[in-house]
Structure formats: C-alpha cells, structure tokens
C-alpha cells in the first residue's frame, strides 16, 4: 500500500458507531425539522407579501428588518449560549418559535384577505414582524450548533463535522425552497402556520428524550455571573490577530451579499412563477447537500482562512458572468455555483473560530460576529431595494438612459434593472476579495490557526477523542 493511500486510510471520520456521533446526528435532525420550518415560513411570507402586493420595496423591506434583527439580538443569543446547558437553549428556541408562530395563525385567520394586497396595511407589517420574530427565535440554535461541535469533537473531526452542519443548512433550503412555493400558491399562509405548529411541538417532545453527553451537560461559563459582557468579548476578538480584520471583511461581503438578498426574489420571480421558483431552489439545494457531505468525507484543508478567501473569489467571478443575460439558465448555473461554495465558507469559518476562541466564550464571539458581520447588510437590503426600484429599473427600461449606453445585447426592462445591481456588486465583491488574500492580516489570522492549541472543553478527555479519530474508516463511516 502505498503512503498516500495509508494517510487517507488513517485520515480522520465520523464513525456512526460512535456514540457522541450518533447524539450529534440527533441533535442535528432535530435542528434541521425546526430549521426547515423556520425558514419555510420565512420564505413564504417573503412570497406570499410579494405576490399580494407586486413591490419590490416591500420585499426589500422585509430583508431588511430581518437583518436588522439578527443583529439586534446576536450578542444577547450568543450569551445565552453560553450561560445556559445547549440543549436548554435549543428548547427554549423552539418553545418562542411555536408561540409566536399561534398568534399568527390566528391574526390570519381574522383578518379580511384585501388587507394583504396593500402594502401599506399596519396588519400586513404586523403579521410579518411577528413571524420575523417566530424566526429569529430559532437563530439561537445557529450560534448555538457551532458551539456543540467545539465540545462533541477533537479538532481533528471539526471541520468534517461542520460540513454536515452545512448538509443540514442545504436540506433545509432544499426542501424550504420547494414547500414555501407551494403551500404558498395553494393556500396563502394558512398550512404553513398550521405545518408550523404541528413540526415544532414534535421537535420539543423529541429533543426532550435525546440524552447528551457530560460535556454537554452543564453551561460553558458556568460560574460566570449571567451577563453579555460585550467588553470581555471584544477583549477576546482583539487578542486574535487578524479576527477582527476577518470579522470586517465578512461584514463588507456581507453588505455587498445583502443586496442579493434584498433582489434575488423579485429577478427570479420575474422569470418564472413562485412554484418554479420554489422547484428551482430546491434542486439546486441538493448541491449543498453535496458539498457538505464532501467536506465532511474530505475537510478544508490545513488553512481554512484561505479556503474563505479562495471560495469568495470564485463567487464574486461567477456572479459577475451570470446576470449578463436574461437566461433561466445562466441564473440557475449562478446560483449552482453559489450553493457549491456556500458551505465551505460558513464551514470554514466555524473551524477558525472553533479552534482560536475559548470555548467558554465561543457562544459570545459567534454572537459577537454574527451581529458584526450581519450589521452592514440591512443597510444595503434597505437601500438597495428603493434604488433599484427607482433608478436602475426606469434606467434599463426601453429608452432609458442604460438602455441605450449599454447597447442591446445586455436587454432592456425590469429585470435588466435588477440584473446590473447584480453585476455592480460583483465586481465590488470581487476587488474586496483580492485585497484580503494580499493583506497582512490574511497571513496573521494563517498562522495564528496554524499555531493554535486544539481546545478541549471540560468533560472530554484528551486521551479518548484522537482515539475515536484516528482508528481507519470502515463500512458505516461519514
């Protein structure tokens, strides 16, 4: 046998024989149910708004004060991870989600069906800040699951770990994509809520009955006095060479991302109906199932910062190319390529901060980040929706002034509008991205990785971790 074959026999997996393997995949299923619901209903209201009232303001709107609430309650969330057992945590999410999710139910069922077709209605802005609500509840699971990885797994198995964290994240979006789109054609919001209620009391009744390991059983801080701390956590970032270089540069791809957040929907749509729609996000969704699974089976490398680096240089390049033509299938192979890389960014990530952050602090800093790193995009969900509307729309539209600067071949309407916002921000992505893989900070944030002790929470012994590791792969390994 040869030596390369040997490293890759020897090479580090999840085995599901493993009983701390088997708790994760449980864990993970049940945030995968609350997750697909989650986002279900956040996807179908998105629609649902759009399709009643034909504003690409309002949806704008609503990408934006969800963004605006991720950062709001980041560090708080992040805190309570920290200070409080996981699966408490993840209970209590579900607990929030459901009650929100019943009032609405019955806010839908009285109020007359014309209120929803004007985009002015107090009603309508009313039932889509209470979903908001019902979801952002379920963000304390995301800050939470990274955490629960750091203290399942031996540094070695992280990174494949966090790849079938991103397998979930692409089933989720998968079947969010599809069942939105249809349960929103075929009833409104009606089944969805109802769907709602129903999955979320059976995950609290099942997560009730998933027995966790020690190193799961008592809060990361414990002992701490129960506060944010958001000085002590800043201190820790600023520890960290080149975190908050990392940090900054997440945040500024993230207020270019949030204009595609913003638009995405009203291009798509513009092309196809919601339940195509629907079926199209849900087809590409089984790429990230892939990508994940291939992250798991393989890992990121030996240097995850660059792997970020490397991965958002190819989507900027791509997402330049594909808005160049009003063609179905130039959208589909963009966001092909986009659902691809997605998991081996948030991936990477995770395993960056898994390693160089304590572990009783890593609820606070994922918060921390999260909240950071999301502030810049509600800015640009809230600003680019109007812009686009009111000027690169009319400025695209047959006799406009792009229209005729352009020329011919890039199209004239609506969505041609839409598509060179697209193109702008890529290329502005694209520069971000070459300027961080040349910066200092880039190599700082390299070696400090590289340098890093493995960190091992209270509750796991060193000694039995790389043992489950490294034993070689056999039939019924991840």
């Known amino acids: 046998m040869s030596n390369d074959q040997h490293t890759a026999d020897a090479a580090p997996r999840l085995r599901l024989s493993d009983p701390t393997v088997r708790t994760f995949v449980q864990l993970l299923t049940n945030v995968l149910f609350v997750g697909v619901i989650n986002y279900t209903v956040w996807f179908a209201v998105t629609f649902f708004v759009f399709l009643q009232t034909r504003s690409v303001f309002a949806t704008g709107v609503i990408a934006g004060l969800f963004l605006v609430a991720m950062v709001a309650t980041g560090v708080w969330f992040g805190s309570l991870v920290d200070h409080h057992r996981k699966k408490t945590v993840m209970q209590a999410s579900a607990l929030v989600s459901l009650t929100f999710y019943a009032v609405c139910l019955v806010m839908y069922l009285v109020t007359p069906a014309e209120e929803w077709t004007n985009p002015g209605s107090v009603r309508l802005w009313v039932l889509v800040v209470l979903l908001m609500c019902g979801v952002i509840a379920g963000n304390l699971r995301s800050i939470a699951l990274p955490t629960v990885v750091t203290a399942l ?110 638009l995405m929907d009203a291009y798509g749509l513009s092309m196809m109906s919601v339940q195509a729609w629907g079926f ?80 009783e602090r890593q609820g606070r800093v994922f918060g921390f980040a999260q909240s950071l790193e999301q502030a810049a995009s509600p800015l640009t969900a809230f600003l680019i929706s109007p812009l686009t509307q009111f000027f690169f729309i009319p400025f695209m539209r047959d006799g406009g002034t792009g229209a005729r600067w352009i020329g011919d071949w890039f199209g004239t309407g609506d969505a041609r509008g839409i598509a060179l916002v697209f193109v702008l921000i890529a290329v502005l992505g694209l520069a971000l991205t070459v300027y961080a893989l040349s910066s200092k900070y880039y190599r700082l944030l390299s070696r400090r990785y590289k340098e890093a002790p493995g960190d091992v929470p209270e509750g796991t012994t060193p000694d039995e971790t790389p043992d489950v590791a490294a034993e070689p792969a056999r039939p019924g390994t991840v």
Request: hydrophobic share 55%; aromatic share 8%.
């Open 280 to 359: 199209v996000w849900g087809a590409l969704s089984a790429l990230m199932i892939v990508s994940g699974l291939l992250i798991a089976r393989t890992g990121l490398g030996s240097n995850p910062v660059r792997t970020i680096l490397l991965v958002n240089l190819a989507l900027w390049a791509v997402t330049i190319v594909f808005p160049m033509q009003a063609s179905v299938v130039w959208l589909v192979a963009g966001l092909a390529a986009y659902m691809v890389a997605m998991p081996y960014v948030e991936a990477s990530e995770q395993t960056v901060l898994q390693k160089v952050v304590p572990y």
């Open 153 to 262: 797994f031996d540094e070695t198995l992280r990174d494949r770990a966090n790849g079938l964290v991103g397998t979930v994240l692409g089933i989720s979006f998968l079947v969010t994509s599809v069942i939105s789109g249809l349960l929103v054609a075929f009833d409104g919001m009606r089944t969805c809520l109802i769907l709602a209620l129903v999955i979320l009391a059976a995950a609290l009744v099942h997560l009730h009955f998933v027995k966790v390991p020690e190193s799961l059983s008592h809060a990361a801080a414990e002992g701490e006095p129960r506060k944010v701390d958001l000085r002590g956590t800043m201190k820790v970032v600023g520890k960290i060479p080149g975190m908050w270089a990392l940090i900054a540069f997440t945040a500024l791809n993230n207020l270019l991302g949030g204009g595609f957040m913003a």
